[in-house]
């Protein structure tokens, strides 16, 4: 309703009252007018119902909505289910064109808008967390994984000759057949072993850079945020190196904008030396569904050639999930969270150091981690092939405590045709098993306590099985247990009272 509308409903209610709504609606017109003037993320966070109404008028300014629309072309936004349709908030053409996802819809200036200033939230995000060097940033409606695959096309077309991707290793799928899927040879490079912690072998990387000619060389691609007890590669060291070569450099920081340490990294790396580009994920950091990653730079030019490669229209949703939640929580909503997760970590990191000592383990020295954790589990049978650690993992997951690996010695892999050794471990001899955790951000101190007392007593039981099996007669056959891990009695028991 306009103020003419308003003054029409005088004439059927009091005067007052619909100057009273009146005032509340020019409020929160307001509120959207500073935001498209200033085009900035807010630093308080706005109401759900100030959400919606922005929503609601922006699927306004799409064609699909207009009243009387005629639409004869084979796209046109057409959603058969009602449900569906309000799932999107009627927001149905998606985004980008077929030669730009950045590009402007004509039949959707509603849709395109709400894209502009999800990416502009976006980039204000990442200066926020310490990347102050990021000139540019694209949101892509694709996961991590995918979304580096993107940079690793973008750059062939730059360096056509270029058939290898220097890679220190690090033990995930998704990492390693970014490479493969982009169509690139991965050059694993083996982590350094020193104290706890596996760091990047930089001797190796240059010795590689040379032996393989720069110019035969993609990309470095290095890891910030990773499971313990691998720890962020030393980015500024091979910045400075991929500088030195003239050879791009492609960080996967998944996790790593919930940490001040990893964006500092890449804020340094820029600073010092060579950063193309570096990827993260959407619902690892902000807390929205899977499957949106924001790519973002130095270089204004490359994150626009990116945004180029990308083919055809693209799903909205991860634009519009990220729009909702960072416009509803705010620069200082998410500046509470990045602090919340700080001393999450902490507590994780006392509470587990505690059982573990109490179970005759300890929390490995992992300083340069600054999010997730690791416990040795050297008391635990392992057998040849580290089966009965492994079960550990599984005696949680019945449990409902999920996100944690158990890392045992002698599993070896094979992925997309290169065998790693004792994968997940990130080393081909790491000398204890483990198991991980972390602090990521939404963790709470109920989750904290929660995963603590189920560790402490599936610990208990598996050294008691352990020392059954110990006093065992020699060659003596145990019966076979049901399930995979546990009687089927005991097998989906999500409370605390066992």
């Known amino acids: 309703m306009n103020s003419e509308c308003f003054g029409l409903a005088e004439r059927l209610v009091d005067r007052t009252y619909v100057q009273q709504a009146l ?55 057409r959603v058969a289910s009602g449900l569906v349709d309000r799932r999107h908030f009627r927001l149905g053409h998606g ?7 950045s590009a402007i819809q004509p039949k959707a200036a509603g849709s395109s808008l709400l894209n502009r200033l999800a990416n502009i939230f976006a980039l204000d995000v990442i200066k926020l967390a310490g990347v102050r060097a990021a000139a540019a940033c694209v949101l892509v409606p694709m996961a991590t994984g995918m979304g580096i695959v993107l940079c690793l096309l973008t750059l062939r ?31 694993v490079i083996e982590n350094r072993l020193e104290g706890d912690e596996l760091r990047t072998d930089l001797a190796a990387v240059e010795a590689k850079l040379q032996e393989l000619g720069a110019d035969n060389v993609l990309c470095v691609y290095s890891t910030t945020s990773c499971f313990a007890p691998r720890v962020p590669d030393r980015l500024e060291e091979l910045a400075e190196l991929c500088k030195k070569y003239d050879v791009p450099h492609v960080i ?3 996790y790593g904008v919930q940490s001040s340490k990893c964006m500092h990294l890449i804020q340094q790396a820029c600073r010092v030396g060579r950063v193309d580009a570096f990827i993260q994920s959407t619902d690892k950091n902000f807390m929205v569904p899977v499957g949106g990653s924001i790519i973002a730079g130095p270089d204004e030019k490359f994150i626009a050639e990116v945004s180029k490669m990308y083919p055809g229209r693209a799903s909205a949703s991860p634009s519009i999930d990220l729009f909702i939640t960072l416009l509803s929580l705010g620069r200082s909503g998410y500046k509470k969270l990045l602090a919340e997760r700080k001393e999450m970590f902490q507590y994780l990191s006392a509470e587990l150091s505690r059982v573990a000592e109490e179970k005759g383990e300890r929390l490995l020295k992992t300083p340069h981690n600054p ?14 092939d580290g089966k009965d650690v492994t079960q550990l993992g599984a005696m949680l997951f019945t449990r409902c405590v999920s996100g944690t ?21 990130h080393h081909d001899n790491y000398p204890c098993a483990y198991l991980t955790a972390a602090a990521a951000v939404g963790m709470t101190k ?31 056959a145990e019966p076979e247990e049901q399930g995979s891990v546990e009687s089927t009695a005991d097998t989906s028991d999500c409370s605390d009272e066992r």
Request: hydrophobic share 35%; net charge positive; aromatic share 6%.
């Open 446 to 476: 109920t989750d904290v306590d929660a995963f603590i007392k189920r560790l402490g007593k599936v610990l208990g039981k598996s050294q008691n099985r352990s020392d059954e099996r110990e006093g065992s007669s020699a060659g003596a």
């Open 252 to 254: 996967n920081n998944a």
């Open 405 to 425: 690996r158990v890392v045992a010695p002698g599993s070896d892999k094979d992925i997309a045709g290169h065998t790693f050794r004792n994968f997940g471990a």
């Open 95 to 101: 985004i980008g064109r077929s030669g730009d996802i």
């Open 371 to 384: 999010i997730s954790m690791a416990m040795s589990l050297t008391g635990r049978a392992t057998g040849h």
């Open 23 to 77: 005032q509340a609606k020019q409020a929160l017109t307001n509120q959207i007018r500073v935001l498209l003037e200033h085009r900035k993320w807010p630093e308080e966070g706005w109401d759900e119902a100030t959400v919606e109404l922005l929503l609601h008028e922006l699927a306004l300014m799409d064609s699909n909505n207009f009243p009387g629309n005629c639409g004869v072309g084979e796209r046109e936004a």
């Open 157 to 187: 077309h730059q360096r056509p000759q270029a058939k290898y991707v220097l890679w220190p290793r690090i033990d995930q799928k998704s990492c390693f057949k970014a490479i493969k899927t982009a169509g690139f040879e991965a050059v």
